[in-house]
């Protein structure tokens, strides 16, 4: 299976990706969990069309003239289409939508189909007071798709699903331009049939889009060999309520600050991105995936380091550390069946035959002296088969009254560890206090010379109101990131989830630039209001 063969997938509103793929816990862990104390919700959840949802507050004026934009059948307020962009994909947006709460969602949905339907919809928005919520994957995990409603008039998604073309590829520049709604694995399978991969391959790939990449500062688990996303962003579009801004007429410059930088990552705040230009690699004609044992987490972080920093690098590199390598949550076909003990790596090798083959004998060579233990190939494939496997198990731990969720963050090698520690004592100290302590899992996801991404998985029973209980664990584990100096995120983006603590870690002249450039491309403040950077009516 290559990630070209999946499909897309357009998500049930709490039910992760296929529901052909749904999965179901085993016996053995449903008693597991029964004996650390975990009970079943008293409450099964609400089924989608019993959400509770806002009443409309546009206009029937407003409506229609929205409707004239992107034509009377691309413009929907029915109960279907606003549950199923209220919110994203974050523990905390499940559990709001299975207790049947709805006060997040849209008065209606726009579907345009052109860049310039997006740029009349924003500027129908900006002279009406609607806020606006840049749709595509939908896959966010930080609040990013719940903007402030107060001061508004009310609040329309802008789904991009229907700009989902492959505009042109350039195979002499090996770079293809790509519209913001189209698929992941849409693309991938476009390309493959020119010869061509992106090699961006996220946890959310089935659902996520190029827009979401792009706007989100997306990192794929081959970023190792392929870059994140907004390394391979070579130029882009972006509407704004004030017209179009198109950045990119050469791979690099010196005319300035690079534009397009200031752009990804901007979550919807500045503009909608409608189109990017991103370089190609040729499709791997082999692929390798292994796996090795390192006795301690510190020993398989020095060795990763070595090897990144002077051996040959593979396109994949990620290390559990031992609570993560005990669950055997690298293989979710056989989580909960034990791991191989001490510390699990995966190494990946994706190119020509010759070119895995020199990088695979250049890594050995290194994590071999580094203490390493070669495994085989078995359980690199395992994780490179079953990965996308993993999120499909969080709806049924959910069912059984477990909360599960995930955070992660960036810093230097040189205080990797420190980091690491400060989180897990934050998370365990927060969610402590039942009869069983909560699991803290922990992996090395993204590798560079100078530091290294921390991807941390946590589970504990859930309490009487998992929303607050997880809001309180993710505020201790933000002071800590915060405390280590670290970043806040690496590839999640920032949404409202990590809003407040971005602005402690970039300073208050940081966000007036931030929201000064907000308030050259959105004067009005219609763009995903409260995401990102504080509404611009906050303290003007």
Not at 54 to 59: F, H, Q, R
Not at 136 to 163: E, N, Y
Not at 348 to 375: C, D, F, I, M, N
Request: aromatic share 6%; net charge negative; proline share 6%.
């Amino acid at each position: 299976m290559t990630e070209s063969d999946l499909p897309v997938v357009d998500f049930h509103p709490y039910r992760w990706g296929d529901p052909a793929h749904a999965t179901h816990l085993p016996d053995a862990a449903r008693d597991t969990l029964a004996a650390f104390g975990v009970k079943t919700p008293t409450q099964p959840p609400v089924e989608p069309e019993a959400v509770l949802l806002p009443a409309i507050t546009l206009d029937p004026e407003t409506l229609a003239a929205l409707a004239a934009v992107v034509g009377a059948g691309h413009l929907r307020s029915d109960h279907e289409a606003r549950v199923a962009h209220t919110r994203g994909w974050s523990t905390p947006d499940l559990l709001r939508l299975r207790a049947g709460d709805g006060t997040d969602a849209p008065d209606a949905v726009a579907y345009p189909g052109t860049h310039e339907e997006v740029v009349a919809l924003l500027e129908l928005c900006a002279e009406r007071r609607v806020a606006v919520v840049p749709y595509s994957g939908g896959t966010s995990v930080v609040g990013g798709l719940a903007p402030l409603r107060a001061g508004f008039a009310g609040v329309v998604a802008v789904d991009l699903k229907r700009l989902d073309a492959v505009l042109s590829v350039d195979e002499i520049s090996r770079t293809a331009t790509l519209q913001a709604g189209l698929r992941g694995p849409a693309a991938e399978a476009a390309l493959r049939e020119k010869g061509y991969t992106l090699g961006h391959f996220p946890q959310s790939y089935e659902g996520a889009s190029i827009g979401g990449y792009a706007a989100a500062r997306s990192a794929g688990q081959s970023s190792a060999g392929y870059g994140r996303f907004d390394d391979m962003v070579v130029g882009l579009t972006l509407a704004t309520p004030r017209g179009t801004v198109t950045l990119g007429s050469a791979p690099k410059s010196a005319a300035g600050p690079d534009l397009r930088q200031l752009v990804l990552g901007s979550e919807g705040a500045l503009g909608v991105i409608t189109s990017v230009t991103v370089r190609l690699r040729p499709a791997p004609a082999e692929r390798v995936y292994e796996s090795w044992r390192f006795a301690s987490f510190e020993a398989g972080a020095d060795a990763l380091r070595k090897l990144v920093q002077d051996g040959q690098v593979p396109t994949v590199l990620r290390l559990s550390d031992e609570a993560e390598t005990s669950v055997n949550l690298a293989d979710p076909a056989a989580m909960f069946g034990g791991g191989p003990g001490g510390c699990l790596a995966v190494t990946g090798y994706e190119g020509t035959a010759a070119e895995v083959a020199a990088r695979r004998a250049g890594a050995t060579a290194v994590l071999e002296a580094a203490g390493g233990e070669l495994l085989g190939t078995e359980g690199g494939e395992a994780w490179r088969t079953g990965r996308y496997r993993a999120p499909y198990l969080r709806d049924p731990l959910l069912d059984a009254g477990v909360l599960i969720e995930t955070l992660e963050t960036v810093t230097f090698w040189s205080g990797l560890h420190e980091l690491r520690a400060a989180v897990t004592a934050a998370l365990t100290d927060s969610l402590s206090g039942q009869a069983t302590p909560p699991l803290v899992l922990c992996h090395i996801s993204h590798v560079y010379e100078t530091g290294a991404s921390l991807y941390f998985t946590v589970a504990c029973a859930q309490t009487e109101d998992p929303v607050t209980q997880w809001q309180a664990a993710k505020s201790a584990a933000n002071a800590a990131i915060r405390a280590c100096g670290a970043a806040i995120t690496h590839h999640h983006g920032v949404g409202t989830d990590h809003r407040d603590t971005y602005a402690e870690e970039i300073g208050p002249l940081a966000v007036d630039a931030l929201r000064a450039v907000k308030r050259a491309l959105d004067p009005v403040g219609i763009l995903n209001p409260g995401v990102l950077v504080r509404s611009l009516a906050d303290g003007d």
